[in-house]
């Protein structure tokens, strides 16, 4: 497919993107099985698209993100920065919280991460508020999941944003599943449908093409800002590696019907061969100069953790 130049360099810098994150996920996985990285981690192998796709809508300078256990697209997207991200996870002092957040705490500028399934999102409303009240004309933004759509502070939070008329975005990245739950056994309904009788308008799509989805997302974005009003962005995605690490009970044949659809490889194939693999070569490179960095740097010792955690009055 040919690009006009501009389009061209929208598209490598997309794939640029998409393909850090999924290398860095992929090392990730690598770090584990040479003993270097110890906990869990949660990968976004196959939603890249909704991570790029979301981001570059929006404005960073002063737009805000909430995220979940499953972030690291989004920091990526949002920061690039994969020598802080890569030095998070190995619990380095050079991290981009210090070691101490690890893969689902996450903090950069505008950016905030939590594992606890929705516990994020009433922060994102009182955030939203804030952006509100402030009047600078910024939007708040909260991923979320499919299986975290059961949990009822989501409902109450869906319910203030529409009341308050909040500049709030959720954004749902609807991979099917919760851990090996399949949404079928858990939700009632249609899950796109949940913010109707809230008054919150929504739109939703298939994630498989960035393109698609950043311009869903710019619509959505501008709604949110023009109106003051939350909406409601629902991403049909599929995550293509294990929920965390060895945890996946789908069939082969269910994750071979997906592989077809990988984002990334359909962007990849939309490129010239040769700024495509100039992109692969210094996506590689960055990550092991990182992993290199990362391993070489002073682990997180308990006194500095204790140094950084202690509350100080304001
Ligand atoms: C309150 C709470 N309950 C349970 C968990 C354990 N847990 C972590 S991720 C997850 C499934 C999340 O599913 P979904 O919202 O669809 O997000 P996905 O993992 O698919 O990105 C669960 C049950 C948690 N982190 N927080
Ligand atoms: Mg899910």
């Known amino acids: ?47 890249e698209a909704c ?17 979940s256990h499953r972030a690291h697209g989004h920091f990526l997207a949002y920061c690039d920065d994969v020598d802080g991200l890569v030095a998070e996870l190995l619990g380095r002092s050079t991290g981009v919280c210090g070691g101490v957040g690890g893969t689902q705490h996450l903090h950069v500028r505008n950016l905030y991460t939590n594992g606890v399934q929705g516990g994020i999102v009433p922060n994102a409303v009182g955030a939203a508020l ?38 709030l975005l959720f954004v749902l990245e609807d991979n099917q599943y919760a851990q090996s739950t399949h949404k079928s056994l858990e939700h009632a309904g249609k899950l ?20 698609a989805v950043h311009a869903a997302a710019v619509q959505a974005a501008a709604h949110v800002r023009a109106e003051g009003r939350p909406f409601f962005l629902a991403l049909h995605t599929y995550r293509l590696a294990p929920h965390s690490k060895g945890d996946d009970t789908r069939s082969e044949e ?45 682990p997180q010792s308990v006194a500095q953790f204790q140094e950084r955690a202690r509350w100080r009055p304001q």
């Open 254 to 298: 269910e994750l071979a019907i997906y592989r077809a659809r990988d984002p990334l490889a359909r962007l990849a194939r939309q490129l010239p061969v040769a700024s495509r693999a100039a992109i692969d070569a210094q996506v590689a490179a960055r990550i092991e100069a990182a992993v290199t960095r990362a391993l070489a740097a002073e």
């Open 51 to 67: 991570a790029v796709g979301v981001v570059n809508a929006l404005d960073r300078e002063r737009d805000v993100i909430f995220s």
């Open 130 to 167: 804030a952006e509100k009240l402030a009047g600078q004309g910024a939007i708040v933004v909260v991923f979320l999941g499919d299986g975290t759509m059961g949990q009822g502070t989501v409902y109450e939070s869906m319910n203030l944003a529409s009341l308050w008329s909040l500049p």
């Open 1 to 47: 497919m040919a690009f006009h130049s501009s389009s061209a360099a929208v598209a490598e810098a997309f794939y640029a993107q998409m393909a850090l994150i999924r290398r860095t996920e992929q090392t990730f996985f690598d770090l584990y099985a040479q003993g270097l990285l110890a906990g869990t981690v949660h990968t976004s192998i196959g939603q």
């Open 192 to 211: 796109a449908d949940r913010p109707l009788p809230f008054g919150i308008a929504r739109a939703e799509l298939e994630a498989d093409d960035v393109f």
